[in-house]
């Protein structure tokens, strides 16, 4: 089996049985968040205990790549504190757009794939971006007027 396929197969599974699916109530971080450019569409809950993140559960719907990517967020952000959350979503986007990456060689270089298609980046990106306004949102203690979008050039 070549890595595409590999690729490929860690994407679909997740897709087929994602992890974390449904919502919390009540949450610390709850935030909504969209790719109009795909259609794709969900929501983020967290919750925090001491500064570490213990839960976190998303809702939705969409291609297979934000649905994907999401579950597989939800899984890596476990037991991460606040700052370490931000800085693997900065670590994901980078490796989304090319860049180095300490996330080259996981399972979520899975999604590397879509590199070559900006919708689809944007896609992959949609639950990290979310979950990084959620966070911003938190620290500021209060909530944003508009759901995140990866619409823009981000
Ligand atoms: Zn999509």
Not at 105 to 124: I, N
Request: include cysteine; glycine fraction near 10%; charged fraction near 25%.
């Amino acid at each position: 089996m070549g890595l595409d396929d590999l690729y490929r197969e860690i994407i679909l599974d997740h897709f087929a049985h994602p992890h974390n699916r449904g919502r919390l109530d009540p949450a610390d971080i709850s935030v909504e968040g969209a790719n109009p450019l795909c259609g794709d569409e969900l929501s983020l809950q967290a919750r925090l205990e001491d500064g570490v993140i213990r839960e976190v559960r998303f809702d939705g719907r969409g291609c297979s790549i934000s649905q994907a990517s999401a579950s597989m967020m939800t899984e890596e952000m476990k037991g991460k504190t606040l700052s370490e959350a931000r800085a693997l979503v900065e670590q994901f986007k980078a490796m989304m757009h090319g860049q180095p990456s300490a996330l080259e060689g996981t399972d979520l270089a899975a999604l590397q794939g879509v590199r070559k298609f900006p919708v689809r980046v944007k896609c992959a990106t949609l639950a990290w971006v979310a979950l990084d306004q959620g966070i911003e949102e938190f620290a500021r203690g209060g909530r944003a007027a508009a759901p995140a979008t990866t619409e823009g050039g981000d």
